[in-house]
Nanobody, 119 residues
Framework: QVQLVESGGGLVQAGGSLRLSCAAS????????MGWYRQAPGKQRELVAT???????NYADSVKGRFAISSDNAKNTVYLQMNSLEPEDTAVYYCNAVWYLVAKKVDYWGQGTQVTVSS
């Protein structure tokens, strides 16, 4: 099993910044990629950013140029630096880790951290 613990959420004014952290523990050797997803009230969970074990990153169009995902392999931690925050970024942010097996994909999720951006 893989355990993920997020931190760093909170309340910030529009235009401000926050940095989320996600610490992984357990069977971390399984992890092929990690990422951040978010879910706003009444909406489906959506991808924000991902990073592979090789450092390849991917971003949702809505956050490109504002958010940056990074990892510290020594600390088994992934970060999401969020700049120029907008009220539309308000959501619960979830950390995700993926383990690719031959025939299936296994997802692990954190408990989520609330990000609220006031206008």
């Amino acid at each position: 099993q893989v355990q993920l613990v997020e931190s760093g959420g909170g309340l910030v004014q529009a235009g401000g910044s926050l940095r989320l952290s996600c610490a992984a523990s357990g069977s971390i050797f399984r992890i092929n990629a990690m990422g951040w997803y978010r879910q706003a009230p009444g909406k489906q969970r959506e991808l924000v950013a991902t990073i592979t074990s090789g450092g390849v990153t991917n971003y949702a169009d809505s956050v490109k140029g504002r958010f940056a995902i990074s990892s510290d392999n020594a600390k088994n931690t992934v970060y999401l630096q969020m700049n120029s925050l907008e009220p539309e970024d308000t959501a619960v942010y979830y950390c995700n880790a993926v383990w690719y097996l031959v025939a299936k994909k296994v997802d692990y999720w954190g408990q989520g951290t609330q990000v609220t951006v006031s206008s």
